[in-house]
């Protein structure tokens, strides 16, 4: 695998489930992220850690709970969801925290809450 | 805080037609601007960046843009596009400072043969 791979990249989950969305980058990077992507707004940055420590958390609602066990791997656990969280959820990473790199993106996973 | 405006929400253009996607941003720090496009169902990729030096930026695809400092912009243009350059664009923008990038509302781009 190569880039930034995300997983699943279709879920559909009912407003009591909870699940999971996983991303893993293979870059060597330090710093990953997580966006929400929404049919009728702009990208909107949720997430940031930087060598692990979570150093951004953009008024995101506790029923995202980002976790990053270590600078390859990032985690989205999501409960309780509503329907206007429907998105596309993509992740990213970059070098470190500088703000001149370059954020390289996943593929994102299609969340529906039904 | 930092904001970005692109123009444009869609874009139709002729094959081999020149295009010009605008960007304008506001921010009280020095700031990083970027491009990304979007292909159907795929994550962004970084078309180009500006961080410092000439204001004109070259990018991957054919694609350029223009910094002008004193019009808080950053457009992005190309000569002929394709129809493989059928896609969402975004433009963002970071603190100099910090990696928190701001997008805007995005531009598609329709290329019609």
């Known amino acids: 695998e190569t880039g930034v791979t995300q997983t699943p990249r279709h879920l559909v989950m009912g407003m009591t489930n909870k699940k999971s969305l996983k991303c893993e980058q293979h870059l060597g990077h330090n710093a990953m992220y997580w966006y929400k992507q929404s049919a009728k707004k702009p990208l909107e940055l949720m997430f940031v850690?930087?060598?692990?420590?979570?150093?951004e958390n953009n008024s995101v609602p506790s029923r995202f709970s980002p976790e990053c066990p270590n600078s390859s791997h990032l985690f989205l656990h999501l409960h309780t969801l509503q329907p206007e969280d429907s998105a596309l959820y993509l992740c990213?990473?970059?070098?470190?925290?500088?703000?001149?790199?370059?954020?390289?993106f996943g593929p994102g996973t299609r969340l529906t809450v039904t | 805080a930092q904001s970005v405006t692109q123009l444009d929400s869609q874009v139709p253009v002729f094959e081999e037609a020149p295009v010009e996607l605008r960007c304008n941003y506001s921010s009280s720090v020095s700031v990083y601007l970027f491009w990304y496009v979007q292909y159907p169902n795929q994550g962004l990729q970084l078309l180009l960046k500006?961080?410092?030096?000439?204001?004109l930026v070259k990018g991957i695809n054919g694609f350029e843009a223009e910094f002008n400092k004193s019009q808080t912009s950053f457009h992005l243009r190309k000569p002929s596009v394709h129809i493989s350059d059928t896609a969402e664009y975004f433009c963002?923008?970071?603190?100099?400072?910090?990696?928190?990038?701001?997008f805007g509302g995005g531009t598609r781009v329709l290329v019609k043969p």
């Open positions: 850690y930087n060598f692990k420590e979570q150093t």
């Open positions: 990213a990473s970059s070098q470190d925290g500088a703000g001149g790199y370059e954020q390289y």
């Open positions: 500006y961080l410092s030096g000439s204001t």
């Open positions: 963002a923008v970071t603190p100099a400072a910090g990696n928190k990038l701001t």
